[in-house]
Structures are given as structure tokens and as C-alpha cells.
């Protein structure tokens, strides 16, 4: 089993920014698509942004591009999404998802290790 960590979410201020980290406690996230993905209250749970394992990101939501960026810390082996101003249409739960066993990108049926997940609440 492959443990994924989110971190960085809370509440914060249309307009504001928040960065969230993914990481695996004694797993690389160097080599393996991983992608961040959201699901608000009675909705289906969407990709948002993905980075590939050759560093390639691409964005899965339109609504995001400009406003979030996905990078990764090959040091640190942690993938980031930096999110900037954040409107209230953004409010989820944010998950990152890595896609170990096969070959591609971050399509949601594909991820093969989902984090718990973590609030990001934009509300003034």
C-alpha cells in the first residue's frame, strides 16, 4: 500500500492563494504521473492538473488554467499545486493520485494510489 499525503488546504479569501503538497513517506513520486484532482459537495470528482513523469504538466480543468500551476520537487520528491486567485467555485475536497502501474497520463480511472484528501474552502 502506498500512503499519500496531502497537506497545505484550509480556508482562505477569494482572491488568496494556497499551495498543496503530495507526498509518500518513503516513496518517490519522482517517476510516476501524479495529479490533482477535487470533488465539491454532489459532484463528480474531477481532474485538475497533472504532472507526467518526464515533468510534463497539463491542465485537466479549464476553469484552472492561468490560476494553478503543478510542480514538482525532484529533491524533496514532492508534487505541488500552487493555486492563485481562488474563487469560491474552487471549494473542494483536493486529492492527489499517482499512477504507478501502467503508462499514461492522469486520467482518474488510471491512478492506481489516491491520498485521503484535503479541504480547500475559498469563502469570504
Known amino acids: 500500500q502506498l500512503h499519500i499525503v496531502e497537506s497545505g488546504g484550509g480556508l482562505v479569501q477569494p482572491g488568496g492563494s494556497l499551495r498543496l503538497s503530495c507526498a509518500a513517506p518513503g516513496f518517490t513520486l519522482n517517476f510516476y504521473a501524479v495529479g490533482w484532482f477535487r470533488q465539491a459537495p454532489g459532484k463528480e470528482r474531477e481532474g485538475v492538473s497533472c504532472?507526467?513523469?518526464?515533468?510534463?504538466?497539463?491542465n485537466l480543468e479549464d476553469s484552472v488554467k492561468g490560476r494553478f500551476t503543478i510542480s514538482r520537487d525532484h529533491a524533496k520528491t514532492t508534487v505541488y499545486l500552487q493555486m492563485n486567485s481562488l474563487k469560491p467555485e474552487d471549494t473542494a475536497v483536493y486529492y492527489c493520485a499517482v499512477r504507478v502501474y501502467s503508462s499514461g497520463t492522469c486520467e482518474r480511472g488510471a491512478m492506481d494510489y489516491w491520498g485521503a484528501g484535503i479541504l480547500v474552502t475559498v469563502s469570504s
Open positions: 504532472i507526467s513523469d518526464s515533468g510534463i504538466t497539463t
